[in-house]
Structures are given as structure tokens and as C-alpha cells.
């Protein structure tokens, strides 16, 4: 029996606090703690959660998973890439359903996304229901 894949390691935590220590955004984009993740940072409001998983989450994930990554095996590089792909489909898919205005082309590629993420569910994460 195979050890599951942890994701939230202190790796990936401290990517994402590089990121959004690190990144520029626009002066309209609500800001997020520095310190995501420690309990001295509370709890997100929202709005915050939306630029988490729409700015800071893709460029942090991408960043440790994505091409030109380096892990201790292929296999777990691969499940990775999984991992962070099933992720972009419900980021995309989140975008898409945030957006002010909706469109039958945006309905269909939100469709699309968030079918394809609740189709991967069971295979990413085995012990959810």
C-alpha cells in the first residue's frame, strides 16, 4: 500500500507566502496575509479567499508542481502534475464563475472545468465522498 501524497507541506506553504510577499498586484485586488497559513494570520474573509485561489494559489502550485520541477521520483512528479492540474480546472472554472458578466461561451467552459474537476475527484483525493 502506497503512502498518500501530502500537499500542504511546509514546502508548498512557504511558496505561497514568497508569492504573496513577492508579488505585484493591482492596488484593487484585495491583499492577503503575508503569513497565510499560521493561525496568527485568522481566517480569510471572501473576497481574500477568491484572490488566494485565483492569483496566489496558480503562480504558487505552478511554481513547485508544474514543468520543470524537480521531486525524489517521477512517479510523484506525475501525481503532482496531476494534482495541480485537477487544481487549475477548478480555479478555472471559480474564474469563470466570478466574472461580471456570463456568456453561452463561458457558461459552457465553466461547465467543462468543473465537470471535468468533480470527474477527478476520486481519483485525486480517494478518501473523499
Not at 6 to 28: H, L, N, Y
Not at 54 to 70: A, D
Request: aromatic fraction near 8%.
Amino acid at each position: 500500500m502506497s503512502v498518500p501524497l501530502k500537499f500542504g507541506t511546509p514546502q508548498v506553504m512557504a511558496q505561497i507566502r514568497e508569492v504573496i510577499r513577492d508579488t505585484d498586484t493591482p492596488s484593487w485586488l484585495p491583499s492577503v496575509p503575508y503569513n497565510f497559513g499560521d493561525a496568527s494570520a485568522g481566517n480569510l474573509k471572501a473576497d481574500e479567499w477568491r484572490t488566494m485561489s485565483t492569483v496566489y494559489l496558480p503562480i504558487s502550485l505552478v511554481s513547485v508542481w508544474g514543468e520543470g520541477t524537480t521531486h525524489r521520483s517521477p512517479s510523484i512528479a506525475s501525481s503532482l502534475r496531476r494534482v495541480l492540474d485537477h487544481t487549475m480546472a477548478l480555479v478555472s472554472a471559480v474564474s469563470l464563475a466570478c466574472g461580471r458578466t456570463m456568456t453561452d461561451a463561458r457558461m459552457l467552459a465553466y461547465r467543462n472545468y468543473i465537470t471535468q474537476w468533480v470527474g477527478q475527484l476520486p481519483a485525486i483525493h480517494p478518501n473523499s465522498k
